[in-house]
T-cell receptor
Framework: DQQVKQNSPSLSVQEGRISILNCDYTNSMFDYFLWYKKYPAEGPTFLISISSIKDKNEDGRFTVFLNKSAKHLSLHIVPSQPGDSAVYFCAASAGRGSTLGRLYFGRGTQLTVWP | EPEVTQTPSHQVTQMGQEVILRCVPISNHLYFYWYRQILGQKVEFLVSFYNNEISEKSEIFDDQFSVERPDGSNFTLKIRSTKLEDSAMYFC?????????????FGPGTRLTVL
């Protein structure tokens, strides 16, 4: 089951620079996308989401871009901070009518922000 | 800030034994979920639960698994006869209304080790 793919297992970025995490999906029924951040020994923490009717959503240092034709989304973190070092999961859902169905997760990308 | 809690944080059991994993979703949330993550693999959906019944379940959620909301606050996952391959992190999540623009909030997880 590879409906959501994060092809980069790791990313290393210097503090203050931009981090770009990528995610691809194959299921054209997906209409809601989320990014979660996960620290060791903790559960995934919601970061930001985007509906398929939008192509960009911004929240502080975090921006998610959605390219539906390419079935691709990306998370931009500007500026990156050492506290951002974590595993970032992309997740997608195919809304079942008005209800939120299961989330399909990518394998995650380990982001390391170094000083 | 309200959060999902899970107990125990780590459960060790012998193969063939029954285990019950417990979760307290965020109060006033209506949809509840269980996911699991086998070491090195992606987070996988198990089941969603609404209005005291299963809303959706994955192919992983076979007859060995059951869920229950025994009272107004707890949400449990029971594995009737554990197998070695059930060893994983189990995450509980909840969402306010389960609508397509909702976010699922995750607990810290229970690490299940089957010997």
């Amino acid at each position: 089951d590879q409906q959501v793919k994060q092809n980069s297992p790791s990313l290393s970025v210097q503090e203050g620079r931009i981090s770009i995490l990528n995610c691809d999906y194959t299921n054209s029924m997906f209409d809601y996308f989320l990014w979660y951040k996960k620290y060791p020994a903790e559960g995934p923490t919601f970061l930001i989401s985007i509906s398929s009717i939008k192509d960009k959503n911004e929240d502080g240092r975090f921006t998610v871009f959605l390219n539906k034709s390419a079935k691709h989304l990306s998370l931009h973190i500007v500026p990156s901070q050492p506290g951002d070092s974590a595993v970032y999961f992309c997740a997608a859902s195919a809304g079942r009518g008005s209800t939120l169905g299961r989330l399909y997760f990518g394998r995650g990308t380990q982001l390391t922000v170094w000083p | 800030e309200p959060e999902v809690t899970q107990t125990p944080s780590h459960q060790v059991t012998q193969m063939g034994q029954e285990v019950i994993l417990r979760c307290v979703p965020i109060s006033n949330h209506l949809y509840f979920y269980w996911y699991r993550q086998i070491l090195g693999q992606k987070v996988e959906f198990l089941v969603s639960f609404y209005n005291n019944e299963i809303s959706e379940k994955s192919e992983i959620f076979d007859d060995q698994f059951s869920v229950e909301r025994p009272d107004g606050s707890n949400f449990t996952l029971k594995i009737r006869s554990t197998k070695l391959e059930d060893s994983a992190m189990y995450f509980c999540a909840s969402s306010p209304q389960g609508i397509s623009t909702d976010t699922q909030y995750f607990g810290p997880g229970t690490r299940l080790t089957v010997l």
